[in-house]
């Protein structure tokens, strides 16, 4: 009687490792499609922004010329007249 669970056991055992060697398998090969999808959809979405793209905007700062202290004229007038508005309160 001992014989037979321990034989029982053993193909239980065997039965429950080649599942799961069968789940990862699965598993694997479900990643490996999803990686190679997710290459051909990168280089796709890659190649129509590449090609297909409408317009090619780069984005751009106002058209101001840079002021430098030197040029700045009335700035004591001004400050005073700032510090007299708001910070006397």
């Given at each position: 009687?001992?014989?037979?669970?321990?034989?029982?056991?053993?193909?239980?055992?065997?039965?429950?490792?080649?599942?799961?060697?069968?789940?990862?398998?699965?598993?694997?090969?479900?990643?490996?499609?999803?990686l190679?999808?997710?290459?051909f959809?990168?280089?796709?979405?890659?190649?129509y922004?590449?090609?297909?793209?409408?317009?090619?905007?780069?984005?751009?700062?106002?058209?101001?010329?840079p002021?430098?202290?030197?040029?700045?004229?009335?700035?004591?007038?001004?400050?005073?007249?700032?510090k007299?508005?708001?910070?006397?309160?």
């Amino acid at each position: 009687m001992d014989t037979i669970k321990i034989i029982l056991a053993a193909i239980g055992v065997i039965a429950v490792l080649v599942i799961a060697i069968w789940l990862i398998g699965i598993i694997s090969a479900i990643l490996w499609f999803a990686l190679w999808i997710g290459l051909f959809a990168a280089i796709g979405y890659g190649g129509y922004k590449l090609f297909f793209a409408k317009e090619k905007s780069t984005p751009k700062l106002e058209e101001k010329t840079p002021i430098a202290i030197a040029d700045l004229k009335d700035t004591d007038r001004a400050l005073e007249e700032y510090k007299r508005k708001y910070l006397s309160e």
